[in-house]
């Protein structure tokens, strides 16, 4: 079965610092992979995605993701932070069946001034 | 895309009462998804609900405890029975996923049992 491990539960970057959350996953075929953020009261938000092609995606609000099969990872970077980054990201596994897709545990982003 | 509505947006139950809750979805899918989210915690799948067949329940979720029903390919209703204030949480409705789609979420039912 599929999982999705995101090994920080909270991380706190300065505005204009760059960012990288971790993400891990555990499947036996290629996955498709997500990252979604959710913002305090609202809903889970698409950032980007990837299921074939160029490992290096790009996003939307200036997000990219870097897809390493040899590490099953699928980690979500940013060049500089803006306070309004600050919610909840939450990195997705989805079965090339196409059946279901996992949650990690979520990461939550804290942005200093 | 898909907009989806889910009913009751939120409500609050007593201990051993069951709630209903209720995806419209405004278009026909194969697959629908409802997912648990408890205060401060990730999306958990409780189950995948398919047309003219028995939902199918992820480790930790059973039937009696969350009976599904998926009458046509809009429509499904997820009831939470004999609550308990561990069932206090956000339940999702979604769709999509498939083909490396992304996931449409309805707008959640925030349920608190007391």
């Known amino acids: 079965a599929q999982s999705v491990t995101q090994p920080d539960i909270h991380i706190t970057v300065s505005e204009g610092a760059s960012l990288e959350l971790r993400c891990n996953y555990s499947y036996g075929a290629t996955p498709y992979l997500f990252w979604y953020v959710q913002s305090p009261g609202q809903g889970l938000q698409l950032l980007l995605k990837y299921f074939s092609g160029d490992t290096l995606v790009q996003g939307i609000k200036g997000f990219e993701a870097e897809f390493k099969r040899s590490q099953s990872s699928f980690n979500l970077r940013k060049p500089s932070v803006h306070w309004s980054d600050a919610a909840e990201y939450f990195c997705?596994?989805?079965?090339?069946?196409?059946?279901?897709?996992?949650f990690g545990a979520g990461t939550r982003l804290f942005v200093k001034a | 895309s898909a907009v989806i509505s889910q009913k009751p947006s939120r409500d609050i139950c007593q201990r051993g009462t069951s709630l209903t809750i209720q995806c419209q979805v405004d278009?026909?899918?194969?697959?629908m998804f409802w997912y648990r989210q408890q205060p401060g915690q990730s999306l958990t799948l409780i189950a995948t609900a398919n047309q003219g067949s028995e939902a199918t329940y992820e480790s930790g979720f059973v039937i009696d405890k969350f009976p599904i029903s998926r009458p046509n390919l809009t429509f499904s209703t997820l009831t939470v029975s004999n609550m308990s204030p561990e069932d206090s949480s956000i339940y999702l409705c979604?769709?999509?996923?498939?083909?490396?789609?992304?996931?449409?979420f309805g707008s959640g039912t925030q349920l608190s049992v007391l």
């Open positions: 997705a596994v989805g079965t090339t069946g196409g059946f279901k897709t996992i």
């Open positions: 278009s026909q899918v194969t697959m």
């Open positions: 979604s769709v999509g996923g498939t083909g490396g789609e992304k996931l449409f």
